[in-house]
């Protein structure tokens, strides 16, 4: 198993520009999650799934947008980026959200907006 | 309101034994992890604890008191590898989806 993969692994934008940060897991995983990681920052949720068609805002949704059309695949899109959106984007998934079913984590996507 | 609390830096020798810090506030509970993150990697999954009392795996260890609303994680016989941050995450189960919330991170420097 792959586990989690993202792609890209880093990126830099333009103020203004879109992007869509791909994730997809091999595990069949209901539930996955879209993080991110400021400097010397806990994780903040920005959108979560609870399965294929269903989509919820986490902490910080405001200039994203998810989709998860698929079990595998929970792309994370940004419209107009800002500065503020620079950040490391981890995507995660879990079997389930009882017990001692941890998240796992993809490497990354280490995003920049100049 | 939601609040994860951790020690920013903690420093130890080779060998030695640390013990990282973890009080938590949170509208509900439903099990709490620890992460250790490599710098520029991603989080691994460490321990869970959801019931009061020592969990112990290898070198690592934890320990959840829910009514202090307290966790600790022990590393023993520190290695140099050891040196990354480790991230305290409660559930939330009060949250659909019942997604983690983490603290900052405490970075671990292991010296010779």
């Known amino acids: 198993n792959a586990g989690v993969t993202q792609t890209p692994k880093f990126r830099i934008l333009k103020i203004g520009q879109s992007m869509t940060l791909q994730c997809t897991q091999d595990?069949?995983?209901?539930?996955m999650y879209w993080y991110r990681q400021d400097p010397g920052m806990g994780l903040k949720l920005i959108y979560y799934?609870?399965?294929?068609?269903?989509?919820d805002k986490g902490e910080v949704p405001n200039g994203y947008n998810v989709s998860r059309s698929t079990t595998e695949d929970f792309p994370l899109r940004l419209e107009l980026a800002a500065p503020s959106q620079t950040s490391v984007y981890f995507c995660?998934?879990?079997?389930?959200?009882?017990?001692?079913?941890?998240?796992?984590f993809g490497p990354g996507t280490r995003l920049t907006v100049t | 309101g939601q609040n994860i609390d951790q020690p920013t830096e903690m420093t130890a020798t080779e060998g030695a034994i640390v013990q990282i810090n973890c009080t938590y506030q949170?509208?509900?509970?439903?099990?709490l992890f620890w992460y250790q993150q490599h710098a520029g990697e991603a989080p691994t999954f460490l321990s869970y604890?959801?019931?009061?009392g020592l969990e112990e795996k290898g070198r690592f260890s934890s320990f959840l008191s829910r009514s202090k609303g307290y966790s600790y994680l022990l590393l023993k016989e520190l290695q140099m590898k050891d040196s990354a941050s480790y991230l305290c995450?409660?559930?939330?189960?009060?949250?659909?989806?019942?997604?983690?919330?983490f603290g900052k991170g405490t970075t671990l420097s292991v010296s010779s």
């Open positions: 799934s609870v399965g294929a068609g269903i989509t």
């Open positions: 949170t509208s509900g509970f439903n099990g």
């Open positions: 604890n959801v019931l009061d």
């Open positions: 995450a409660v559930r939330d189960g009060n949250q659909a989806g019942t997604a983690l919330i």
């Open positions: 595990m069949n995983h209901n539930y």
């Open positions: 995660a998934s879990s079997y389930s959200t009882l017990g001692t079913y941890e998240q796992y």
